[in-house]
């Protein structure tokens, strides 16, 4: 019975078990954009009316839009590599793609 418990906490230990959920990961990327001070300044502090991914750029970065009642921003986040030998979930960091119209 040792062995069973044993075997079964080792797996639960593995990298793959160590990911997040599309949901989890989705919110810890709006996190990082709301956290950004230069997405805040680029709306103009203006309510935030929606938040879409709305695709992947030719590096690989999620492309985010921002809309505001007067802006479409575009926003790129990029996952941050973890340390060597480390596994767990990526911080995020936030560029403007493409300011408001």
């Known amino acids: 019975m040792r062995v ?6 080792a ?4 990298p793959a078990m160590s990911m997040v959920s599309g949901f989890y990961d989705s919110a810890n990327k709006i996190a990082a954009i709301f956290a950004s001070g230069a997405v ?7 309510p935030v009316g929606s938040v879409s991914e709305i695709g992947t750029s030719k590096d690989g970065a999620g492309q985010w839009m921002i809309r505001t009642q007067d802006c479409d921003l575009i926003v790129e986040v990029i996952a941050q590599p973890l340390p060597e030998g480390m596994v767990g ?3 995020y960091a936030v560029q403007i793609a493409k300011a408001c119209d």
Do not use: E, K, N
């Not at 797996?11 to 593995?14: D, N, P, S």
């Not at 805040?40 to 203006?46: E, H, I, P, V, Y």
């Open 40 to 46: 805040a300044d680029a709306l103009g502090q203006a």
């Open 4 to 9: 069973c418990v044993f075997a079964i906490a």
């Open 11 to 14: 797996l639960c230990a593995t």
């Open 89 to 91: 979930t990526p911080d």
